[in-house]
């Protein structure tokens, strides 16, 4: 069985939390797009653990987990998350691996970054910073390097060479900032490559060999489809693809190899950064809403936007995806609300869709149009089945399954492992 879990709003969905509990009968977890802009969070025994580059289901025993070449990698990043991990007893050496076509993030990816969004007069995109966009550009401009490349040592030094001194061209007469030193930068990513060399594989060849051998495999990637480059609410969105298709291009898998998409959504809305939110709460139930998920960015610490469940944005995330079930996180957020707002369709002056438009410039001026669910003001977080929810959660999450047509499979009430539950036959695979 190979499963992808993909997050069906603009990420921080809790994609970490799901994972960590649906890949207890997994042996691979795969992080197919992204670099460390983005953060997964799992809480095992009170411990917090927060996942920049490596997959998110390594705390359980025995699992190998592999960096996909979708994903952008700073090598200092990826290190310092190792280091983290190995201080609390992962075992980082032997389960840890990274596909050698991965391309890699450099300094001058996030001084480019930090440039580029400062000199954006108008609208700022809201980067992390880290160069993530700017390393992207460079694989498409086919002047990147990769692990493969930071492994050679006879070639590493002429291409990095090469790219060095065509950056600091455009630090110069374009921003009229100083030069990077070569020496200093082949200094330091030659440490990289004999720490990271071992950790090196074709990971084509690796995933193709596990599914041969009836290996199940877990496929994780980061942001979520409103954040797509392709999909999403562009030119507010990340520089790949978060979406389920991401998978075969990212890890090198086929289409007919994935078995099941299961997508995940808050049981409210949230961005991060920049762009349109039309269900965007007022300031006051923002603060509220905020506080109590702990709502701040698990990379950036940057505070989330939040708003009410959006029914437009997940159906169109659910069909791009082919999700087949969904797992709703956070529900115990709202516990304390005596009505709660749907999100059902965007009234653009005289006219009101259901559907979600193409022109991200819409969306500044629509308009929500509101469908009311009695709260439930009952505590959810202690529920071990469906059941033992309030009826008014019941009807809450049973209404999410008539408009979005998609069978809800996990419920997660509250931050800890065990705070979550699957629901039916869908959660049995």
């Avoid at 993909?6 to 939390?17: I, Y």
């Avoid at 050496?93 to 990274?98: G, L, P, S």
């Avoid at 001194?165 to 200093?184: G, S, T, V, W």
């Amino acid at each position: 069985m190979n499963i992808v879990v993909v997050g069906v709003q603009w990420g921080d969905e809790g994609k970490g939390k799901v994972i960590d509990v649906l890949c207890t009968d997994v042996d691979i977890l795969v992080r197919y797009q992204g670099g460390n802009n983005a953060g997964h969070t799992v809480i095992v025994e009170g411990e917090e653990f927060i996942f920049h580059l490596i997959p998110s289901g390594l705390l359980h025993p025995g699992k190998i987990g592999l960096i996909g070449n979708g994903v952008v990698i700073d090598p200092e990043a990826l290190l310092q998350e190792m280091e983290r991990l190995r201080s609390r007893g992962v075992d980082v050496e032997q389960v840890v691996k990274i596909s050698d076509q991965s391309h890699l993030i450099f300094p001058y990816h996030k001084r480019l970054d930090l440039l580029e969004e400062a000199s954006r007069l108008g609208r700022r995109l809201g980067t992390t910073g880290r160069g993530i966009g700017p390393c992207y550009v460079d694989k498409v401009a086919r002047c990147g390097i990769r692990v493969a490349d930071l492994c050679n040592p006879k070639s590493f030094p002429k291409k990095l060479r090469q790219v060095v001194e065509e950056k600091n061209r455009i630090f110069q007469a374009l921003y009229h900032e100083p030069p990077m030193a070569y020496e200093e930068l082949l200094d330091r990513y030659s440490q990289y490559a004999r720490v990271l060399k071992p950790h090196s594989v074709n990971g084509i060849r690796f995933l193709r060999q596990a599914m041969a051998e009836g290996k199940h495999i877990l496929f994780e990637g980061a942001q979520g489809t409103m954040l797509d480059l392709d999909y999403g609410t562009y030119p507010y969105v990340t520089s790949s693809n978060a979406t389920a298709g991401g998978v075969c291009t990212g890890a090198g898998v086929a289409p007919t190899a994935i078995d099941k998409v299961i997508g995940v959504v808050k049981a409210y809305t949230t961005r991060v950064g920049e762009g349109p939110l039309p269900s965007e709460f007022p300031p006051g139930l923002m603060e509220k809403i905020r506080t109590k998920g702990q709502e701040f960015g698990a990379t950036t610490g940057r505070p989330r936007r939040c708003g009410w469940f959006d029914a437009i944005v997940a159906r169109h995330a659910i069909g791009i995806n082919g999700v087949e079930a969904i797992a709703v996180t956070k529900l115990d957020v709202l516990d304390e609300m005596e009505t709660i707002q749907v999100c059902v369709g965007y009234k653009i002056g005289t006219h009101t869709i259901q559907e979600f438009p193409s022109d991200t410039e819409l969306l500044w001026d629509a308009e929500p149009c509101y469908e009311s669910l009695p709260g439930w003001c009952a505590d959810t977080s202690l529920a071990e089945r469906f059941e033992e929810l309030p009826q008014g959660a019941q009807g809450y999450l049973r209404r999410l399954e008539n408009l979005l047509e998609v069978p809800i499979c996990l419920v997660s009430t509250g931050s800890k492992r065990e705070q979550a539950f699957k629901v039916g036959s869908v959660g049995s695979w």
